[in-house]
């Protein structure tokens, strides 16, 4: 089984600051995927990074995919309670079902 | 939203006693899947389903058994619960098992055994 690690774990931040978690791995994802996931809900889908080295932005979200595919970083800028959430990552070598990291709980305080 | 219904949405049950939660989807995806999520350990794959009839173990598959009689439904069983079944599963559906194909969830089901 491929193992994502995220970190940290947890996350409690003052609204406005910035922050970034991470998403790690020691074999290479075909493509990668973020999720966010809110108390009594299931995850719903932030992006999907394929190629080595790309950059998404989502309003104030950039995600990255690290050169070999083995790493994700998600960077958020100016962070508001509404980020509040678990952040999940999730990957595949390919035709296989999602592998989930453990998530990073973040919380922001107004 | 995607149109996926998970029933119950909470359930407590004895140890011992077999238990069906439901996964019914509008969306004729043809992969769906049932996953686990535990404090410290993420979500975890439990059965999963790639058309009528057709499933396969994931990660955690001891204890559970699948049926996928329709395109639309994938039934998840625990023969008998044990309090280590204690958690909330999530149903989630996708066109393709790849990682760059969007994957939906129910809002899951939260069970307990006493």
């Known amino acids: 089984t491929q193992l994502l690690e995220q970190s940290p774990q947890f996350l409690s931040i003052q609204e406005g600051e910035n922050l970034t978690v991470y998403c790690n791995s020691s074999?290479?994802?075909?493509?990668l995927q973020w999720y966010r996931q809110e108390p009594g809900e299931g995850p719903v889908l932030l992006v999907t990074?394929?190629?080595?080295?790309e950059v998404k932005k989502l309003k104030r979200l950039t995600f990255q995919f690290g050169d070999a595919r083995k790493d994700s970083s998600l960077h958020i800028t100016a962070a508001q309670p509404g980020d509040t959430g678990l952040y999940l990552c999730?990957?595949?070598?390919?035709?296989?079902?999602?592998?989930f990291g453990k998530g990073t709980r973040l919380s922001v305080i107004a | 939203d995607a149109g996926i219904t998970q029933s119950p949405r909470h359930k407590v049950t004895e140890t011992g006693t077999p238990v069906t939660l439901r996964c019914h989807q509008t969306?004729?995806?043809?992969?769906m899947y049932w996953y686990r999520q535990d404090p410290g350990h993420g979500l975890r794959l439990i059965h999963y389903?790639?058309?009528?009839?057709?499933?396969d173990k994931g990660e955690v598959s001891d204890g559970y058994s699948v049926s996928r009689s329709k395109t639309e439904d994938f039934l998840l069983t625990l023969e008998s619960a044990t309090s280590s079944q204690t958690s909330v599963y999530f149903c989630?559906?996708?066109?393709?098992?790849?990682?760059?194909?969007?994957?939906?969830f129910g809002q899951g089901t939260r069970l307990t055994v006493v």
């Open positions: 989630a559906i996708s066109e393709s098992p790849s990682s760059d194909t969007e994957a939906f």
């Open positions: 074999s290479v994802f075909s493509s």
């Open positions: 990074v394929v190629t080595g080295g």
């Open positions: 999730a990957g595949g070598p390919g035709n296989t079902p999602l592998v």
């Open positions: 969306e004729n995806h043809r992969y």
């Open positions: 389903s790639y058309g009528v009839k057709d499933t």
